[in-house]
């Protein structure tokens, strides 16, 4: 079956470390997306990509960094730089060309990180 | 630029009640409208969309909506809750100019047994 795999499910954060959550979708699809959820605040959009090589901040993109190298995969590095990195992050993905427009994303199961 | 309003943080319906999870938007353009529920510790899954023609849509698990240009609408309907429908529900909107969604805050809807 396609979809998004995330992993993993739970990850744990000392002070001063960087921590990479993964992303991988087998769904063909060409955007990419990371989000971060919040109790009370909805989805908050953190980086986005729509072509292997290319990506674009979103609206919290502070302290975070991530790479496209391959069509399927989208790993999110959560830096020492975010200083309130405890949250659940979830990442998506979505057709864009055609009628992608059209089309839901799909979404992964999430990461949910804390700090030890 | 758009974006989307849910009014309520929290909806409580009896088991066997209909339900509805209210949301409102604005766009310039047409709105392509979505609705997606999640359930604790897991990731969104989509429910049901309006793109164009008829302004009831029908989804999955007996999930409905009903798009209504004048006021600008999308609430989330079902004839019948189930406690299992406990989730929280987020509703989304795009246009044709852009292919990254907007969503709202979520409502956490709650049936009662």
């Known amino acids: ?116 | 630029a758009q974006s989307v309003a849910q009014p309520e943080d929290q909806v409580n319906v009896a088991e066997g009640n209909p339900l509805t999870v209210k949301c409102t938007y604005s766009v310039s353009g047409n709105p392509y409208l979505f609705w997606y529920v999640q359930y604790p510790n897991r990731g969104l899954q989509f429910l049901l969309k309006y793109i164009t023609g008829d302004n009831l849509v029908k989804g999955s698990y007996g999930f409905e909506a009903e798009f209504n240009k004048s006021q600008t609408s999308f609430h989330l309907k079902k004839p019948s809750a189930l406690v299992s429908d406990s989730a929280l529900y987020f509703c989304a909107v795009k246009t044709g100019g852009s292919y990254i969604p907007t969503f709202g805050r979520g409502t956490s809807l709650i049936v009662h047994p």
């Not at chain 1, 997306?33 to 993109?61: C, T």
């Open chain 1, 1 to 116: 079956d396609g979809g998004i795999t995330q992993s993993p499910k739970y990850l744990f954060r000392k002070e001063g470390q960087n921590v990479t959550l993964s992303c991988e979708q087998n769904l063909n699809h060409d955007a990419m997306y990371w989000y971060r959820q919040d109790p009370g605040q909805g989805l908050r959009l953190i980086y986005y990509s729509q072509i292997v090589n290319d990506f674009q901040k979103g609206d919290i993109a502070e302290g975070y960094s991530v790479s496209r190298e391959k069509k399927e995969s989208f790993p999110l590095t959560v830096t020492s730089a975010q200083k309130n990195p405890t949250a659940f992050y979830l990442c998506a993905s979505s057709l864009t060309s055609g009628t992608g427009a059209y089309q839901p994303q799909h979404f992964g199961d999430g990461t949910r990180l804390s700090i030890l």
